[in-house]
């Protein structure tokens, strides 16, 4: 039996630029001294916050995200009661001794050279200004601060597994974000982040036998060396100071290590990839083939989505799995080279998302994760030629439904009962609303839809509703049912090929509607001479039909399908004898969560 297959994607053109949104901006000076002995530092933070809401801000708050390694924090506490803890943290905090513990204390800051009091709640700081800000104005707060490096568990720390000394994420007081909603000042407990867009300039001093990497233009390259750069003094004392600037970005991460090896590589994009790895045998090799890749990922991407813009990216050996950054990501380097892809695949396609979109993360993981998802496997199927690089997302989906353990997607991200529910969700079925979204306004729309909603909302945090009216814009189609069903609900995906019946030199099909999503229906015909066709029954209320799907031989628009109605008969003009297959969703984007009565089979 020849099976029914569709190419989904293809080649891609990119969209032109459109609106703004009013951000908050602030602009982080930080210099930090760091003791590779104790894993303590200390630092000074010059922060230019602008309000560029219409709200007159009275008080604004900060992340201390190091204090969530601690026992009994509520990272800690919620890793032990929930029913399946991420085995990578487990119980993992609880057992931490005082000089293997995270801390992060502000010790004094100014507002305009006018002392702040202010009141640290575990991983918040809640900070009451001298005077309001009102929209438009602008506020110097000066810091200085102290914190302890963790012993690696969750993304940052140090002395990993694989022996990386520092992986410093989440380090610094972190202005939290303010925006048309309101203040966003969730806990951290171990899940994903929101910031401010600003322009970083840190300095960073520790042991000159450290080779530091991560966020931002390094500044002084000839000075430091390490791959970066020839010195061309010699430095006094047994400390460097490593000077980086990043503009435009909500975050700063680094990592560093004595015993890193640092190869560049430039592409013909004009970014410069830095990769950072540890001075082991056992993954060299595949370090250095991983280099050429990344750098067909980043060309395949940018043609997909839109440029990356920043002229600079590093990947760095370190972490506990992987995390993406502004202009850098954190991996685990031990690894088979086929994991090593993956993952830095993965990581790589979050800087258009996470770092160029910037969703809410808590609000919305299934954005910034299932649209990674997406891409990733956009490229796999793309670059290595897997057409069955959608699959798994699919399969983990029917498999959580079955579970019962399935939750809205509009659960916050730290609210999850399982952390099956918010990875399978976020992940998955985030990445199946893309696919699937193809499915129902066409490949082409999907793909100028992403175009667009990339260079439109690009450094805005945009929300679900923004994706929507974009879909819609550029397909003509009316989408509010799919995103409030897909994502705000459980509700399922389920037909049935009810009867087929001969009429004479007719057939008759009758189609059920047994979950509770309409959608438009795709039912594929195979005759028993080889030809394909296809006859599209369109949802009612999507008021638009797609174009007909690439390589049928045949495509009949059939009559629109109201969703309160169960069923639905149409009639194919060929005899009964002739058909050999009717099957539903020939391309298998449906997220049917039957398919056992999608199929049916002409024994006669």
């Given at each position: 039996m020849k099976p029914f297959f569709f190419l989904l994607f293809g080649t891609v053109l990119l969209a032109q630029p459109q609106p703004r949104y009013w951000q908050q901006h602030a602009d982080y000076t930080m210099n930090v001294d760091i003791d590779v002995k104790t894993f303590r530092y200390s630092g000074t933070q010059e922060l230019v916050y602008t309000n560029k809401s219409p709200d007159t801000l009275k008080r604004v708050f900060y992340h201390l995200y190091f204090n969530a390694f601690q026992p009994d924090s509520e990272?800690?506490?919620?890793?032990?009661?929930i029913s399946d803890p991420d085995e990578r943290v487990g119980s993992r905090i609880e057992k931490l001794t005082p000089d293997?513990?995270?801390?992060?204390?502000?010790?004094?800051?100014?507002?305009?050279?006018?002392?702040?009091?202010?009141q640290e709640e575990e991983t918040i700081l809640v900070v009451p200004l001298e005077k309001p800000l009102a929209p438009g104005a602008t506020a110097a707060l000066s810091m200085v601060f102290e914190?302890?490096?963790?012993?690696?568990?969750?993304?940052?720390?140090?002395?990993?597994?694989?022996?990386?000394?520092?992986?410093?994420?989440q380090w610094y007081p972190k202005l939290a974000e303010y925006d048309h909603e309101g203040w966003h000042t969730n806990p951290y407990i171990g899940r994903?982040?929101?910031?401010v867009w600003g322009n970083f300039d840190v300095k960073l001093t520790l042991d000159k036998k450290y080779v530091v990497g991560g966020t931002g233009y390094l500044q002084n390259p000839d000075e430091v060396g390490h791959g970066y750069g020839k010195k061309t003094k010699k430095t006094k004392g047994k400390n460097l100071t490593w000077h980086f600037v990043a503009p435009?970005?909500?975050?700063?991460?680094?990592?560093?290590?004595p015993d890193y090896i640092h190869d560049i590589l430039e592409t013909e994009s004009g970014v410069t990839l830095h990769f950072l790895y540890k001075n082991n045998p056992k993954i060299i090799e595949n370090w250095k083939q991983l280099q050429p890749d990344t750098a067909k990922l980043m060309s395949f991407f940018n043609n997909a989505i839109g440029p990356y813009?920043?002229?600079?990216?590093?990947?760095?050996?370190?972490g506990d799995g992987g995390m993406e950054y502004a202009m850098c990501t954190l991996i685990t380097g031990e690894r088979s080279y086929t994991s090593l892809y993956g993952v830095i695949s993965h990581e790589l396609a979050h800087s258009w998302f996470q770092h160029v979109l910037a969703f809410n993360e808590s609000k919305y993981a299934w954005m910034d994760e299932g649209f990674t998802v997406f891409l990733d496997a956009l490229g796999e199927q793309s670059l290595k030629g897997n057409m069955g690089a959608f699959t798994p997302s699919y399969d983990d989906y029917r498999a959580l439904v079955s579970s019962g353990l399935e939750e809205p997607l509009t659960t916050h991200s730290d609210r999850f009962s399982t952390n099956a529910a918010y990875g399978t969700g976020s992940y998955d079925k985030g990445s199946i609303f893309l696919s699937q979204l193809a499915y129902i306004i066409g490949t082409d729309a999907l793909i100028e839809s992403l175009q667009r909603f990339y260079v439109e909302f690009a450094f805005t945090h945009p929300t679900p509703n923004d994706f929507k009216r974009i879909a819609e814009k550029v397909s003509g189609i009316q989408l509010e049912w799919y995103l409030n069903d897909w994502t705000r609900t459980t509700n399922t995906i389920d037909y049935n090929i009810k009867s087929v019946t001969a009429k004479g030199e007719q057939t008759e099909i009758v189609l059920e509607r047994i979950g509770s999503i309409g959608m438009p229906i795709d039912v594929g015909v195979l005759y028993k001479n080889g030809v394909q066709t296809v006859h599209y029954i369109p949802l009612q209320m999507m008021f638009g039909e797609k174009p007909a799907l690439a390589g049928v031989s045949g495509w009949t628009v059939e009559k629109d399908w109201a969703w309160a109605r169960p069923t639905y008969a149409f009639t194919i003009d060929a005899p009964f004898e002739e058909i050999s297959?009717?099957?539903?969703?020939?391309?298998?984007?449906?997220?049917?969560?039957?398919l056992t009565n999608n199929v049916f089979e002409n024994t006669q």
């Open positions: 990272m800690d506490v919620r890793s032990r009661t293997e513990t995270g801390y992060l204390h502000v010790t004094s800051l100014l507002q305009d050279g006018e002392e702040l009091n202010f914190g302890q490096v963790p012993k690696q568990i969750r993304r940052s720390g140090r002395n990993s597994k694989e022996g990386v000394a520092l992986s410093m994420t994903e982040f929101h910031g435009n970005v909500h975050d700063f991460a680094w990592a560093a290590d813009p920043y002229k600079q990216y590093t990947v760095l050996q370190g297959q009717l099957r539903i969703d020939p391309t298998g984007f449906m997220a049917d969560i039957d």
